[in-house]
């Protein structure tokens, strides 16, 4: 009963994690706003969205209960080829110019880089962003080891980078709590 209970729980959690993953995926792609998709999103248009994703959804589940474990291995590992090559060229493609405190620490941080100690008076009024500004010229201290002109692009790379290591490990983690 237990282990009936478990396999029913865990097939309802991968499913929700797969309707939630689309539905962050197509709000991702859909709210960019260099994209011009448009910013009326009327309630048809959420009720489109929600629907295609539940379809989505109802078919990659279907067909990974067919699939033999060897074959969602394999499965697995194209899906996360495809999302991290998206998300590269998203970041690669579509830039996100810094304004406001972003833009303050990613200058500081390039200025430290290059060796410029001046600090701007930004961070007397705002001392809490000092050390993710050194956090940030450290790492940027290594992309001028190897040469790298747009530290903006590489910034975004590393926070990529960052963001998956974490879900990576985080799923490991609940893998480990959930199906023993």
Known sequence: MANLFRNYFSKF???????????IAYSAIFSFSNLNFGSNS???????????????????????????????????IFFLFCIVALQ???VSLYHVIPTTDTGYVF??????????????????????????AIF??????????????NLLLF???VQLFFLDFSIFFSLLYLKEILFF
Do not use: M
């Not at 989505?56 to 474990?69: F, H, K, Q």
């Open 107 to 132: 200058l500081q941080a390039q200025n430290l880089a290059h060796h410029n100690l001046t600090w701007s008076h930004y961070f007397v009024i705002y001392p809490n962003n000092v050390n993710i």
């Open 155 to 157: 910034g975004s790379l």
């Open 42 to 76: 009327s309630l048809l248009d959420v009720s489109a969205i929600l629907l295609i994703t539940i379809f989505t959804a109802l078919l990659l589940y279907l067909l990974l209960t067919y699939l033999s474990v060897k074959q969602h291995r394999k499965v697995l």
């Open 13 to 23: 959690i991968f499913f929700c994690g797969l309707i939630l993953a689309i539905l």
């Open 88 to 90: 590269v060229t998203f």
């Open 136 to 149: 940030w010229s450290a790492i940027y201290e290594v992309a001028n080891l190897f040469a790298v002109s």
